[in-house]
């Protein structure tokens, strides 16, 4: 994947930043999911579909690298990892719920 060098404009714009952190193809999806309560990747796959597991684990870990997902690994046979929102995920919760009620007036 290539790496676009950031202007200082979007290095210190937050709604640029605000943005990168959800732009991905499966990242708002994630985030849904999280929010009802799922945590495993096997359960984002079944719940998504579509999305390519390798994709799928890119994109986690760069929500975890953002600071809007905690991953737990566990020491277990066969291994087990689940994800939590953080503080800012579940703002980031908040904030999707109004942005879908203000998708729902695009309709009328």
Not at 35 to 61: H, M, N, T, W, Y
Request: net charge positive.
């Amino acid at each position: 994947m290539e790496t676009k060098e950031l202007t200082t404009e979007e290095k210190n714009c937050p709604l640029e930043k605000a943005v990168r952190a959800i732009s991905g193809k499966w990242k708002i999806a994630i985030i849904w999911q999280i929010g009802k309560g799922e945590k495993r990747p096997s359960e984002f796959l079944r719940s998504i579909g579509k999305a390519d597991r390798r994709v799928l684990s890119q994109q986690l870990s760069e929500m975890v690298t953002d600071g809007l997902l905690i991953k737990t690994a566990y020491n277990e046979l066969p291994p087990r990892v689940e994800y939590t929102l953080t503080p800012k995920g579940e703002n980031l919760v908040k904030i999707l719920w109004e942005l879908n009620e203000w998708g729902k007036q695009l309709h009328d």
